[in-house]
């Protein structure tokens, strides 16, 4: 890979992998496609999900989503921080 670590925001991430990023489930996707081009750790930054969760403000918050690959088989680690 040309890169161990990519921090595209989410306009960056729609463009390089053609996906729309609307829902957490969207964003978990996205960066399975950019580990899938060489990156290991992928942070998406300034990522606001159309999706609200039950019991939530219902303002939108802008996020950020970090995925490590892992090379074990088992599945990718993914965290989620809003701001």
Do not use: Y
């Not at 960056?12 to 053609?18: A, F, K, M, S």
């Not at 609307?22 to 060489?38: I, N």
């Amino acid at each position: 890979p040309l890169a161990d670590v990519v921090t595209p925001n989410q306009f960056e991430v729609e463009q390089l992998t053609g996906l729309t990023i609307a829902t957490l489930e969207d964003a978990r996707k996205a960066c399975e496609a950019l580990h899938s081009m060489g990156p290991s750790l992928v942070f998406i930054t300034s990522v606001v999900f159309d999706d609200v969760q039950e019991g939530s403000s219902s303002d939108k918050m802008i996020s950020i989503l970090a995925s490590k690959r892992k090379t074990d088989g088992t599945a990718d680690e993914v965290w989620k921080i809003d701001c």
